[in-house]
């Protein structure tokens, strides 16, 4: 059963566009929700997170937009650069010392942004 | 230092073979992962490591074998592997604490990988 669920599974943006990728979850255990960038044959890196008690974090081009009583987030990338170009793979996890997970990721499928010249 | 640093980048090993993967962290994390990922897929959890100490084990078949020998150090053994194995294998870290609020809701660093290769 998948835990978080993401679209679009691809998004090809032309250059100084916006790339928007959806997630939407169920648990409401879930209180930390992070986008990981990841390119061919490395290893993903951490671009932004968001905690449920914020509805919007913005770091650079990037924001994460979240919606609590929907059960949903979005990143929005702003002014999309071809370098942007990636998977991109929402997550989401929850306070561990109560439970048995361990701060173990939730990752959705992912979706793989092209942004063109 | 933010990195986690993984050992070797590609490996390419029989399926009669006995290899080791290595995975290192210095930022006092104390909960390590080990994940896998197929092409085009999100990373599968495998292992967790808590304070040094398995305490997830997501069903993995015993020809993978973890081993954390101190709180910087996260090994992958592997023995007998299958060309289904073949994958980039993903080792993270984040830190632990005693307090809910912040417990494990902090960032999960991934290291850049193994890409393994079973022939």
């Known amino acids: 059963q998948q835990q978080v669920k993401q679209s679009p599974q691809s998004l090809i943006v032309q250059k100084g566009g916006i790339s928007i990728i959806n997630c939407a979850y169920e648990?409401?255990?879930?209180?930390?929700f992070p986008w990981y960038q990841q390119f061919p044959g490395k290893g993903p890196a951490l671009l932004i997170a968001i905690r449920p008690d914020v509805s919007e974090k913005k770091e650079g081009r990037f924001t994460i937009s979240f919606n609590k009583s929907a059960k949903q987030f979005s990143l929005h990338i702003m002014d999309s650069q071809p370098g942007d170009s990636a998977t991109y793979f929402c997550?989401?996890?929850?306070?561990?010392?109560?439970?048995?997970?361990?701060?173990?990721?939730?990752f959705g499928r992912g979706t793989q942004l092209t942004v063109w010249p | 230092d933010t990195e986690v640093t993984q050992t070797p980048k590609h490996l390419v090993m029989g399926m009669t073979n006995k290899k080791s993967l290595k995975c290192e962290q210095h930022?006092?994390?104390?909960?390590m992962y080990w994940y896998k990922q197929k092409a085009k897929k999100p990373p599968e959890l495998m292992f967790v490591?808590?304070?040094?100490?398995?305490?997830i084990n997501e069903s993995v078949p015993s020809r993978f074998s973890p081993e954390c020998p101190n709180s910087s150090l996260l090994n992958l053994h592997l023995h007998a592997l299958q060309p289904e194995d073949s994958a980039l294998y993903l080792c993270?870290?984040?830190?632990?604490?005693?307090?809910?609020?912040?417990?494990?809701?902090?960032?999960?660093?991934f290291g850049q990988g193994t890409r393994l290769t079973v022939v």
């Open positions: 490591y808590s304070y040094e100490k398995l305490s």
């Open positions: 930022m006092g994390h104390r909960a």
């Open positions: 993270a870290s984040r830190r632990p604490g005693t307090d809910p609020a912040r417990a494990l809701n902090t960032e999960a660093f």
């Open positions: 997550a989401a996890s929850m306070v561990a010392d109560r439970g048995s997970t361990l701060g173990r990721l939730y």
């Open positions: 648990n409401t255990a879930f209180d930390y």
